[in-house]
């Protein structure tokens, strides 16, 4: 189980003792404010854990339900957009509009590790607003990909997400040449 220095204070009682047990091999220090009780854990546990509030989203989210077998080099996590920067080199960050950061948020459960991430549907919109910024060929795949998928998504979800996130009119367009 990963901590923060918080929840180790909280736990042990104080510093001293937390030392105690990071000397004695009880816990570990996993990076600067994140401890575990075992030796080994996912890194994206670890990140997970540092950045509670952000949302995993477009690649990193794609591969994790497995739209695409591109590893991503990055984390992609959305946070919004009054949130100071996320300065690890791990993550790349996505600024989002306040009212709609929260919008499609779910927990999936990868590799035993409990991660809050885009649904497919709002994932699908954000493919679409963001198309430029992917290699055509991902961009392909992920298409053809949620095409075979279109039955098992709440299409009203994505139409209202469409509507509430910018570029509606092309996002709708999209889904009705591309996608539908």
């Known amino acids: 189980m990963l901590l923060?220095?918080?929840?180790?204070i909280e736990k042990y009682g104080t510093d001293y003792k937390i030392r105690k047990s990071i000397d004695s091999g009880e816990l570990f220090i996993k990076e600067?404010?994140?401890y575990s009780d075992k030796k080994y854990v996912p890194e994206l546990e670890i990140i997970s854990k540092k950045y509670p509030n952000a949302i995993i989203t477009l690649n990193s989210?794609?591969?994790?339900?497995g739209l695409t077998d591109t590893i991503p080099d990055y984390y992609?996590?959305?946070t919004p957009k009054n949130t100071r920067k996320i300065s690890d080199t791990r993550v790349k960050q996505f600024y989002e509009n306040s009212d709609a950061f929260d919008k499609g948020k779910t927990l999936l459960q990868y590799d035993g590790v409990n991660i809050s991430i885009y649904n497919r549907e709002r994932l699908l919109v954000e493919l679409i607003r963001n198309k430029r910024k992917f290699p055509f060929d991902l961009y392909k795949e992920l298409i053809v990909n949620y095409r075979k998928l279109v039955g098992?998504?709440?299409?009203?979800?994505v139409a209202e997400y469409a509507y509430e996130l910018p570029k509606t009119n092309m996002v709708m367009e999209v889904l009705r040449r591309e996608v539908l």
Do not use: R, T, V
């Not at 923060?4 to 180790?8: G, I, T």
């Not at 989210?61 to 339900?65: E, I």
């Open 32 to 34: 600067k404010g994140i």
């Open 61 to 65: 989210a794609f591969y994790y339900y």
């Open 76 to 78: 992609h996590m959305a």
């Open 4 to 8: 923060s220095y918080q929840e180790c």
């Open 152 to 157: 098992e998504l709440d299409m009203g979800l």
